[in-house]
Protein backbone atom coordinates (compact mmCIF):
# COMPACT_ATOMS: atom_id res chain seq x y z
CA UNK A 1 0.00 0.00 0.00
CA UNK A 2 0.95 3.51 -0.62
CA UNK A 3 -0.37 6.61 -0.04
CA UNK A 4 -0.17 9.92 -2.46
CA UNK A 5 -0.89 13.95 -1.54
CA UNK A 6 -0.97 15.58 -3.65
CA UNK A 7 0.43 19.69 -3.27
CA UNK A 8 0.77 23.08 -4.74
CA UNK A 9 -2.10 23.72 -6.62
CA UNK A 10 -3.84 27.45 -6.85
CA UNK A 11 -5.30 29.68 -8.83
CA UNK A 12 -2.94 31.31 -11.75
CA UNK A 13 -2.87 33.59 -14.47
CA UNK A 14 -2.32 32.25 -18.39
CA UNK A 15 0.99 32.37 -18.86
CA UNK A 16 2.31 31.11 -15.53
CA UNK A 17 4.06 28.88 -13.50
CA UNK A 18 3.34 26.15 -10.96
CA UNK A 19 5.04 23.46 -9.43
CA UNK A 20 3.12 20.40 -8.48
CA UNK A 21 4.15 18.11 -5.73
CA UNK A 22 2.99 14.52 -5.28
CA UNK A 23 4.77 12.79 -1.71
CA UNK A 24 4.60 9.40 -1.38
CA UNK A 25 4.61 6.93 1.73
CA UNK A 26 4.11 3.69 2.10
CA UNK A 27 6.01 0.52 0.08
CA UNK A 28 9.40 1.80 -1.57
CA UNK A 29 8.72 4.70 -3.83
CA UNK A 30 12.17 3.64 -5.95
CA UNK A 31 9.48 0.69 -7.81
CA UNK A 32 7.07 2.70 -8.76
CA UNK A 33 6.39 4.26 -12.35
CA UNK A 34 4.96 7.46 -11.23
CA UNK A 35 2.04 9.52 -13.30
CA UNK A 36 0.01 12.39 -13.34
CA UNK A 37 -3.44 12.72 -14.54
CA UNK A 38 -5.99 15.60 -15.06
CA UNK A 39 -9.57 16.02 -14.84
CA UNK A 40 -11.56 19.29 -15.92
CA UNK A 41 -15.20 19.60 -15.30
CA UNK A 42 -17.21 17.66 -17.80
CA UNK A 43 -14.73 15.41 -18.95
CA UNK A 44 -13.07 12.30 -18.53
CA UNK A 45 -9.94 12.28 -16.60
CA UNK A 46 -6.79 12.20 -19.18
CA UNK A 47 -2.98 11.43 -18.59
CA UNK A 48 -0.63 14.68 -18.58
CA UNK A 49 2.98 12.92 -17.85
CA UNK A 50 4.95 9.77 -16.39
CA UNK A 51 8.31 8.54 -15.48
CA UNK A 52 10.48 5.58 -14.66
CA UNK A 53 11.10 4.14 -11.60
CA UNK A 54 14.43 5.63 -12.25
CA UNK A 55 13.48 9.18 -13.64
CA UNK A 56 15.50 8.18 -16.87
CA UNK A 57 12.42 8.01 -19.15
CA UNK A 58 9.49 10.62 -19.48
CA UNK A 59 6.33 10.53 -21.37
CA UNK A 60 4.17 13.58 -21.94
CA UNK A 61 0.72 14.01 -23.75
CA UNK A 62 1.10 16.37 -26.92
CA UNK A 63 -1.21 18.84 -25.03
CA UNK A 64 1.65 19.44 -22.70
CA UNK A 65 5.02 18.62 -24.12
CA UNK A 66 7.12 21.18 -24.30
CA UNK A 67 5.45 23.05 -21.40
CA UNK A 68 5.63 20.54 -18.49
CA UNK A 69 8.49 18.95 -17.11
CA UNK A 70 8.27 15.57 -14.41
CA UNK A 71 10.80 14.37 -12.36
CA UNK A 72 11.37 12.76 -8.96
CA UNK A 73 13.26 12.25 -5.87
CA UNK A 74 13.81 8.87 -5.23
CA UNK A 75 14.94 10.12 -1.84
CA UNK A 76 12.59 12.43 -0.74
CA UNK A 77 9.36 9.85 -2.17
CA UNK A 78 8.33 12.89 -4.21
CA UNK A 79 7.41 13.84 -7.59
CA UNK A 80 7.18 16.76 -9.35
CA UNK A 81 5.90 18.38 -12.20
CA UNK A 82 6.69 21.78 -13.21
CA UNK A 83 3.67 23.60 -15.23
CA UNK A 84 4.76 26.68 -17.35
CA UNK A 85 3.19 28.52 -19.81
CA UNK A 86 -0.49 27.51 -18.35
CA UNK A 87 -3.06 28.10 -20.42
CA UNK A 88 -7.04 28.20 -19.27
CA UNK A 89 -7.47 24.84 -20.79
CA UNK A 90 -5.35 23.33 -18.59
CA UNK A 91 -7.51 24.19 -15.52
CA UNK A 92 -8.42 20.93 -13.80
CA UNK A 93 -7.93 18.67 -10.58
CA UNK A 94 -4.72 17.38 -11.09
CA UNK A 95 -3.97 13.42 -9.91
CA UNK A 96 -0.87 12.00 -9.31
CA UNK A 97 -0.69 8.25 -9.81
CA UNK A 98 1.61 5.35 -8.74
CA UNK A 99 1.87 2.06 -11.08
CA UNK A 100 4.04 -1.22 -9.33
CA UNK A 101 2.62 -3.57 -11.95
CA UNK A 102 5.02 -3.04 -15.07
CA UNK A 103 8.06 -0.74 -16.04
CA UNK A 104 6.12 0.80 -18.82
CA UNK A 105 5.22 4.38 -18.59
CA UNK A 106 1.21 3.84 -19.35
CA UNK A 107 -1.27 6.42 -20.75
CA UNK A 108 -4.10 4.81 -19.31
CA UNK A 109 -5.91 4.78 -15.64
CA UNK A 110 -6.17 1.71 -15.51
CA UNK A 111 -2.67 0.75 -15.62
CA UNK A 112 -1.96 2.63 -11.85
CA UNK A 113 -2.92 1.16 -9.03
CA UNK A 114 -2.68 4.08 -6.10
CA UNK A 115 -4.02 7.62 -6.34
CA UNK A 116 -4.00 10.71 -4.93
CA UNK A 117 -6.68 13.24 -3.77
CA UNK A 118 -6.02 15.92 -6.54
CA UNK A 119 -5.19 18.82 -6.09
CA UNK A 120 -6.53 22.01 -8.16
CA UNK A 121 -5.15 23.98 -11.13
CA UNK A 122 -7.12 26.59 -12.16
CA UNK A 123 -5.68 28.99 -14.61
CA UNK A 124 -7.58 32.42 -15.97
CA UNK A 125 -7.49 34.43 -19.67
Known amino acids: QVQLVESGGGLVQAGDSLRLSCAASGRTFSSYVMGWFRQAPGKEREFVSA????????NYADSVKGRFTISRDNAKNTVYLQMNSLKPEDTAVYYCAAAYRSPYLREIATAYDYWGQGTQVTVSS
Open 51 to 58: ISRSGADT
